[in-house]
């Protein structure tokens, strides 16, 4: 079974400074991983997925993540952050052969300030 | 395409009523899944489907919850009778077969969700 465990439930942060978000997962085979993003009062969006290869992917709004698969971790970059990603980020995973399931984390409040 | 549609968008209920979610995948998807979101437990897995039968429903809390998918185009997830334990936002979530890159690869798209209150 997988489990996905973000480290921080808010993370504040001023406008226009860079912000990483923590995620770390449990796996007993190969997985891939996600970063989704909640605004207020809507339904999760994709924001960027590792399924293999390069090992830093690219999202939208100018996000980043990185695949560490020794220290089991995928944490979420974004060198400066506007207000308008104030939002709720969840860390998922899911089993890359049985199952369709999609694991989230239990997910990390960005609160950007002015 | 419209994207996932859920309804109600809100509901209000007394205890012991029964209560009926519903979801409208997008067309051409092969997987559904109901998420219930809660401050407490955060996002959890309920159910999902494949083709419209169920794969696993281990998330389903107890018996109270049941969830069926008739056609490729609906899904219900109904609790009888309900509790104020069951007061959450309950999404559902449709994804395609990637066919290239593989199964559980392909985007989650979710619908708004349905915010139920039980009282």
């Known amino acids: 079974a997988q489990s996905v465990t973000q480290l921080d439930s808010q993370v504040p942060v001023f406008e226009e400074a860079p912000v990483e978000l923590r995620c770390n997962y449990s796996?007993?085979?190969?997985?891939?991983l996600f970063w989704y993003v909640q605004y207020p009062n809507q339904g999760l969006q994709l924001l960027l997925k590792y399924l293999s290869g390069s090992t830093l992917v690219k999202g939208i709004n100018g996000f980043e993540a990185e695949f560490n698969k020794s220290q089991t971790s995928f944490h979420l970059r974004k060198p400066s952050v506007h207000i308008s990603d104030t939002a709720e980020y969840f860390c998922?995973?899911?089993?890359?052969?049985?199952?369709?399931?999609?694991?989230f984390g239990q997910g990390t409040t960005l609160q950007v300030k002015p | 395409d419209a994207g996932v549609i859920q309804s109600p968008r809100h509901e209000v209920t007394e205890m012991g009523q029964e209560v009926t979610l519903r979801c409208k995948p997008i067309s051409g998807h092969d997987y559904l899944f109901w998420y219930r979101q809660t401050m407490m437990r955060g996002l959890e897995l309920l159910i999902y489907f494949n083709n419209n039968v169920p794969i696993d429903d281990s998330g389903m809390p107890e018996d109270r919850f049941s969830a069926k998918m008739p056609n490729a185009s609906f899904s219900t997830l109904k609790i009888q009778p309900s509790e104020p334990r069951d007061s959450a936002v309950y999404f559902c979530?449709?994804?395609?077969?990637?066919?290239?890159?593989?199964?559980?690869?392909?985007?989650?798209?979710f619908g708004e969700g349905s915010r139920l209150t039980v009282l």
């Open positions: 979530a449709s994804r395609p077969w990637d066919s290239l890159a593989g199964p559980n690869t392909g985007e989650l798209f």
């Open positions: 796996s007993s085979v190969s997985v891939y």
């Open positions: 998922a995973v899911s089993d890359k052969y049985n199952t369709g399931k999609l694991i």
